[in-house]
């Protein structure tokens, strides 16, 4: 079992930044990868990036790619979202999800087994 624990968000102009933090418990944190993923209002809640257990492979979604970096520190139990240039689009709930082992697609919220209960970003214009 796995409790994960957002924070950081919060409301910033475009173009700042925000750093998202999930905060696990347990002893087995790197023996899952994590996720990240956000759902705006009347919208599906779809993928934003995921890390492999060691850190050594990320993955993003297009919409984010060059603005936003996931890392891991597995001594503090820790995965965080770094979010640069942030624009208005990129408001929404967003949620750190965990999979346990290597997955086939780190894409699919399917492989998710344990979520946070989200944080709110909100990019004003």
């Known amino acids: 079992q796995v409790q994960l624990v957002e924070s950081g968000g919060g409301l910033v102009q475009a173009g700042g930044s925000l750093r998202l933090s999930c905060a696990a418990s347990?002893?087995?944190?790197?023996?899952?990868?994590m996720g990240w993923f956000r759902q705006a209002p009347g919208k599906k809640r779809e993928f934003v990036a995921a890390?492999?257990?060691?850190?050594?492979?990320?993955y993003y979604a297009d919409s984010v790619k060059g603005r936003f970096t996931i890392s891991r520190d597995n001594a503090k139990n820790t995965v965080y979202l770094q979010m640069n240039s942030l624009k208005p689009e990129d408001t929404a709930v967003y949620y750190c999800?965990?999979?346990?082992?290597?997955?086939?697609?780190?894409?699919?919220?399917?492989?998710?087994?344990?979520w946070g209960q989200g944080t709110q970003v909100t990019v004003s214009s």
């Open positions: 999800a965990a999979a346990q082992g290597y997955r086939s697609n780190y894409y699919n919220e399917f492989e998710y087994s344990y």
């Open positions: 890390i492999t257990l060691s850190g050594g492979g990320t």
């Open positions: 347990g002893r087995t944190f790197s023996s899952y990868a």
